[in-house]
């Protein structure tokens, strides 16, 4: 069967077949990780935070999403595990001085690079754009390449000076099986806190108990305490635990008492008495 013109179309022109799976190129899908925020998908700025897990964020979008987790978001279940904005650590970076920014090559007329990052490692000089692995330390936040933790070894941060432990370092943007490893350390660190937490509680009601008992055990020993009635008014006098001299400065006391023939009758005189 002939078309105008004497052409002869092919089988994969009318018959159409399954679509072709499009592959996602991993060096670009890589270096997004390091220039868009893991949250809101936009350009990473400063502050820049990162979680246990290794993922970027900006700041602010960190923050939106902890004040209202019912809010619809692009990519909501990468940031299920953070509960407030102490699971997060803000990072300490070092910016890249060949960085120009992305706004220089507006008209096109100009080579950029895609893989200049906008940070990169202060020891060594690697920049931060996926190439290379880096990590940052849970306790102060600084971030070094991998490569730099490796030929400097060292106790202390290169950057601070704080002294540190190799549990402390996470690494950015890692691997399935890296972040696998990362979430297994999260959850036991959080059952520790909880386990430990747990325990600083029970402790003030064991001591106050020990504090009740001694004082309970004297109110027994001294035997019965005599019951008053609610709303009733106790003398003054039969206060044992008030003294002698305290108990005399009352009109209750036997001494401000007097006799008949102590007591004076007073008469009053006036002009009119006959």
């Known amino acids: 069967m002939g078309c105008d013109g004497g052409t002869i179309p092919k089988r994969h022109e009318l018959v159409k077949g399954p679509k072709k799976v499009e592959k996602v190129d991993k060096n670009a899908e890589l270096a997004a990780k390091w220039k868009y925020c893991a949250l809101s998908t936009e350009k990473l700025r400063r502050p820049i935070v990162a979680c246990e897990l ?66 990169i490692c202060p020891v060594v000089g690697l920049e931060m754009n996926g190439k290379h692995k880096f990590c940052y330390l849970q306790k102060c936040g600084c971030v070094f390449s991998e490569r730099a933790m490796k030929e400097v070894k060292t106790e202390i941060c290169h950057k601070c000076g704080d002294p540190f432990q190799n549990t402390d370092l996470v690494v950015l943007n890692g691997t399935k099986e890296e972040v696998d490893k990362l979430r ?10 909880k ?75 006036t002009p009119y008495h006959f």
């Open 195 to 269: 386990v430990k937490k747990s325990k600083k509680s029970k402790v003030p009601e064991t001591v106050s108990k020990g504090a009740a008992g001694p004082s309970a055990e004297s109110s027994s020993s001294k035997g019965p305490q005599p019951t008053v009635a609610p709303g009733s008014k106790r003398s003054v006098q039969e206060m044992e635990e008030r003294s002698e001299v305290f108990k005399s400065l009352f009109t209750s006391h036997s001494s401000a008492k007097r006799t008949k023939d102590q007591t004076s009758n007073w008469v009053t005189h």
């Open 54 to 119: 290794g993922r970027l964020y900006n700041k602010d979008a960190v923050i939106e999403y902890i004040l209202d987790k019912t809010a619809e978001r692009p990519n909501s279940e990468v940031v299920t595990h953070i509960r407030g904005i102490k699971d997060v650590k803000e990072l300490q970076l070092t910016d890249n001085p060949a960085w120009e920014g992305e706004t220089t090559n507006t008209k096109g007329d100009r080579y950029e690079d895609m893989n200049c990052g906008m940070f």
């Open 184 to 193: 297994q350390k999260m959850e036991e660190k959080r059952v520790k806190a």
